[in-house]
């Protein structure tokens, strides 16, 4: 029996559950702050594309309602005349076309000149390298404007003034992409390329096939800056070229505003060939920004 009733199942207590935390729910000032913190974001997103909506809106007005009307964002009139004269009776598909090839070789360039340089300031141990430094950063902080008549007659005594190669050569580096370039390959471990050697790699091999590819948010960061930097450029292409068959988008539209194609404010026409300069930018950005957030994720997590 004392065996039995030792064996018998004892009653489980009910266990008893956790009480349940209640979420903190946001006193009335953080809510308040919360609020006029939105509503000046908001603001400031008005403020921010309310002149680009008045650019697109005003392309598709006539000459008369957009002199009358110039910040109505509807039309009283939809048309599209502005971007019919703007294609077939001016030079604006040889403007675009002379920028896209300018601007993709340019683009190319810098990506690969930049790297090269930024890797043997960063890695390569040679007399004055110091010095060359020092320059990098000294050339940055020169205006631009400054250098226009010194590049001028450096590219007039090269021979290759009003040409592609005077308008490309002079863009396929920059001071800012080589500075970010190195930066970014200091901060690859060293012995990542050790290995590499070990296995008998040299030192162009261990850049191209090991560090470069490492560096895709860097590169992805030049592409962006070399091709929108590029694709806007005015002041140089005014002192490499004159010819009307090398004109580029920037010089072509500024000539619009001297009244090019007839006379009058021809708002419409400028505004149009502004908003068609704004579309590769805007989406090379938006493709490779989400590159470089994936980029960078992967980064952190190797």
Do not use: C
């Not at 598909?93 to 790297?115: D, E, K, M, Q």
């Not at 162009?204 to 030049?222: D, N």
């Not at 010089?251 to 006379?263: D, I, N, R, W």
Request: glycine fraction near 6%; avoid cysteine; charged fraction near 10%.
């Amino acid at each position: 029996m004392t065996a039995t009733a030792s064996a018998a199942p004892t009653a489980t207590r009910p266990v008893a559950s956790a009480p349940k935390r209640r979420r903190d729910r946001p006193s009335t000032k953080v809510i308040a702050g919360r609020s006029f913190l939105y509503a000046l974001l908001v603001a400031l997103a008005i403020v921010y594309i309310f002149p680009f909506l008045i650019q697109v809106a005003t392309s598709f007005k006539t000459d008369a309602e957009a002199a009358v009307n110039p910040l109505s964002l509807i039309p009283a009139t939809w048309t599209t005349a502005a971007y019919q004269r703007l294609f077939l009776n001016s030079d604006f598909p040889l403007w675009f076309a002379n920028s896209a090839f300018v601007t993709v070789v340019v683009t190319l360039g810098r990506v690969f000149f930049n790297s090269l340089a930024g890797y043997a300031l960063a890695r390569l141990q040679f007399r004055g390298r110091a010095l060359m430094f020092a320059g990098l950063i000294a050339v940055m902080s020169v205006p631009s404007v400054v250098l226009l008549i010194p590049k001028f007659l450096v590219i007039n005594q090269l021979g290759i003034y009003d040409s592609y190669v005077g308008m490309i050569v002079p863009l396929l580096t920059d001071a800012a992409g080589i500075f970010i370039m190195k930066n970014f390959f200091e901060s690859i471990p060293i012995s990542v390329e050790e290995q590499a050697r070990i296995d008998g790699a040299g030192t162009f091999r261990v850049f191209w096939s090991v560090v470069l590819p490492m560096a895709r948010p860097a590169l992805v960061t030049i592409i962006i800056l070399s091709f929108q930097g590029s694709w806007n450029e005015l002041s140089h292409f005014i002192v490499a070229s004159q010819s009307p068959d090398l004109v580029t988008l920037t010089k072509g539209v500024a000539s619009l505003a001297s009244g090019q194609l007839s006379q009058g404010t021809q708002y419409p026409i400028k505004l149009a060939a502004a908003a068609i300069m704004t579309i590769p930018v805007a989406v090379l950005f938006f493709i490779f920004q989400k590159k470089i957030m994936n980029a960078s994720e992967g980064a952190v997590k190797g």
